[in-house]
């Protein structure tokens, strides 16, 4: 069945909007900014060239030169500093 709105042709009266026309234009053009900054990021990028390669070189120069803070031996210096590293195995000490 039809209700008496829809017989007679009229709607109800409109929803209520949280958001007033100014403010929605204000947000839409917020979102055009920022579309338009990405964009202009994404140009940049684009024109840079490829940065893998400076990464390969940025690695391979790194690589090269030794860190001062590592040892250069694989082996302990002093076996009784590798002392405090080692597993207890008697449980009587606790």
């Given at each position: 069945?039809?209700?008496?709105?829809?017989?007679?042709?009229?709607?109800?009266?409109?929803?209520?909007?949280?958001?007033?026309?100014?403010?929605?234009?204000?947000?839409?053009?917020?979102?055009?900014?920022?579309?338009?900054?990405?964009?202009?990021?994404?140009?940049?990028?684009?024109?840079?060239?490829?940065?893998?390669?400076?990464?390969?070189?940025?690695?391979?120069?790194?690589?090269?030169?030794?860190?001062?803070?590592?040892?250069?031996?694989?082996?302990?210096?002093?076996?009784?500093?590798?002392?405090?590293?080692?597993v207890r195995t008697n449980s009587r000490w606790i």
């Amino acid at each position: 069945m039809e209700s008496v709105d829809e017989q007679q042709g009229t709607q109800g009266p409109p929803t209520p909007s949280f958001m007033g026309k100014h403010r929605l234009a204000a947000a839409i053009s917020h979102l055009h900014n920022q579309i338009n900054l990405i964009q202009e990021e994404l140009d940049q990028l684009q024109t840079l060239g490829e940065s893998s390669l400076v990464c390969n070189q940025l690695i391979s120069s790194v690589e090269s030169i030794p860190d001062p803070l590592l040892p250069m031996t694989k082996a302990p210096a002093d076996d009784s500093w590798e002392r405090w590293f080692r597993v207890r195995t008697n449980s009587r000490w606790i």
